[in-house]
């Protein structure tokens, strides 16, 4: 039988809530590069208070961004479920970097290695395998040029992750603009020769 109170738990449970909010805020305006001192404090609580909740900062933003992981999964099965490979395609990237433009923290998230939140890592390979699919059928189709690799997507949410602008509504603008530009660029008609795919890391936005 549990000796907790009512009172403690739900307490724990609020707290817990207040520190979700404030990490989902923190992230998406500034990145994952916060201290989690700095989250505990936005959240008026204290650093103990804090760990005991989230032990690493990875738990923390599994768990921040769990909710998002599992639209971008739903996001990736909705597209396969489209008998247009290129529109399908299309929907992805537009979509993905719509989200990024919302909030910076997510896709930092979804690239980086979390080795030890089970099913975050789990729902970001389903996603991953889904991209490289759709990939796969836009290129069959021959929509998509030959040399577009899967691993360019970290590529098209490092360059759409740099746009700032004066408002958070400038922001999708310019987004929105960066991304015509590049699908465009993607279609197979009229491509010429591209330098080879490099992958790019960013497990270090963690720090």
């Known amino acids: 039988m549990s000796t907790t109170s009512p009172r403690l738990r739900t307490d724990a449970a609020a707290n817990r809530t207040r520190i979700l909010d404030t990490a989902r805020e923190v992230f998406a305006a500034e990145g994952l590069a916060v201290p989690m001192s700095e989250i505990a404090r936005r959240a008026g609580l204290g650093v103990a208070t804090l760990y005991r909740r989230f032990p690493t900062k990875e738990d923390l933003v599994a768990e921040a ?8 999964v739903g996001l990736l099965d909705t597209a396969l479920a489209d008998p247009d490979p290129w529109r399908a395609f299309c929907r992805v990237i537009t979509q993905v970097c719509a989200m990024q433009a919302r909030d910076q923290g997510f896709s930092k998230a979804f690239i980086t290695a979390f080795p030890h939140a089970v099913e975050f890592r789990t729902l970001r390979e389903q996603a991953e395998r889904g991209f490289a699919e759709l990939v796969r059928r836009a290129q069959a189709a021959g929509a998509l040029r030959r040399d577009f690799d899967p691993a360019d ?20 603008d310019a987004s929105h603009r960066l991304v015509a ?3 465009q660029a993607f ?21």
Do not use: K
């Open 65 to 72: 961004f769990s909710e998002q992981m599992h639209e971008c």
């Open 153 to 172: 997507l970290a590529l098209v949410l490092q360059a759409n992750g740099g746009i700032r602008a004066s408002t958070p509504e400038a922001t999708a």
């Open 187 to 207: 279609r197979a008609e009229g491509a010429g020769p591209l330098p080879r795919p490099v992958t790019i890391s960013l497990d270090a936005a963690l720090s």
């Open 181 to 183: 530009y590049l699908l």
